[in-house]
């Protein structure tokens, strides 16, 4: 089982419309937080503004340092933001990032807001980055919780969606046309009827047939290839359709979806094994069985 850390977590920051909107709510919930709870002791004698106008400055501050944050590290690290690949741990290591840039971005603002000849301080630094860390961490550990809540809920959702759509799917008819899936060497060629496949597992360089006889009997086929040789040569049967690196499916053989925080499995008729929708695949699943 995957540690909370690599739990699948959802991702926000895939547009700039996402990101925009999220700054926005960013700045505001700073602005009223700090306005209506005043959670550290102020010195108000030191203010060069009223406190409303202080509080909104580190709202659109903290705004500004999370689009330039998100910008800057999209682009030097644009691996780390795929959105399939996603983590709780992510999401935590990311926004631990970003508060340490608000913290830093807090100490530089002092000058702009206090009236002190101390602002500069080393003091004042670790100071700002503490405090930042403190209302931040509480801040981000409410939003981790409450978007993993909704994503157990959005997950139970889409399995009974994808059970009807299955479902439907399967009521449809198809030609069962012989199928011939070709290898570099002749003798790893593979020949069986559409209905009879259940599905093909990569395993390195080979990759394992599972077929299902009209007894309900099921033998494995191992052949020297490659899974995406096979998904090519499948491309027109619109029932076979690869659901992860590792796994090509015939949907005609789905009994039944089930889902979690982690994603999706498919379990096959009369089979135990479960083949996993990996979330790269997930939006094609869900076209191929609408279509």
């Known amino acids: 089982m995957k540690s909370p850390l690599h ?38 004698g030191e203010h060069r503004f009223s406190f409303f106008t202080i509080s909104l400055l580190n709202g ?5 340092i999370f689009l330039g944050f998100i910008t800057i590290s999209k682009t030097l690290v644009p691996n780390f933001f795929q959105r399939w690949q996603w983590t709780v ?8 990032g970003l508060l340490l840039i608000i913290g830093v971005g807090m100490f530089f603002r002092r000058e702009l807001i206090y009236d002190n000849p101390n602002n500069f301080s080393f003091r004042y630094l670790i100071a700002e980055v503490v405090n930042t ?38 009521k449809r008819q198809y030609e069962n046309p012989e199928i011939i899936i070709r290898a570099q060497s002749p003798q790893d060629n593979i020949r069986f009827r559409l209905s009879d496949f259940m599905y093909a597992m990569s395993d390195g360089n080979y990759v394992k047939f599972y077929l299902q ?15 995406s040789n096979t998904e090519e040569q499948c491309s027109n049967y619109p029932t076979i359709l ?14 039944s979806v089930s889902g ?17 929708v990996s979330r790269s695949y997930i939006d094609s699943f869900e076209a191929a069985v609408k279509d």
Request: net charge positive; with cysteine; aromatic share 14%.
């Open 60 to 64: 659109l501050l903290v705004g500004l």
């Open 133 to 170: 860390f403190l209302v931040g961490s509480l801040i981000i550990a409410i939003s981790v919780m409450i978007n993993y809540i909704q994503l157990l809920k959005s997950t139970a959702n889409r399995e009974k969606t994808w059970d009807k759509l299955v479902r439907d799917f399967q």
């Open 242 to 255: 690869r659901v992860h690196r590792s796994y090509i499916v015939n949907i005609h053989k789905i009994d």
């Open 7 to 44: 739990q699948s977590y959802p991702f926000f920051y895939d547009t700039w419309k996402n990101v925009c909107f999220q700054a926005i709510i960013l700045a505001i919930v700073v602005t009223l937080f700090q306005y209506i709870f005043e959670p550290f002791t102020y010195e108000f």
């Open 213 to 227: 006889d009209q007894d309900g009997n099921t033998s494995r086929h191992i052949k020297r290839n490659t899974l």
């Open 89 to 96: 741990g992510k999401e935590i290591g990311f926004w631990a």
């Open 260 to 276: 979690n925080a982690q994603g999706y499995k498919l379990t096959l008729a009369d089979i135990e094994a479960q083949i996993p």
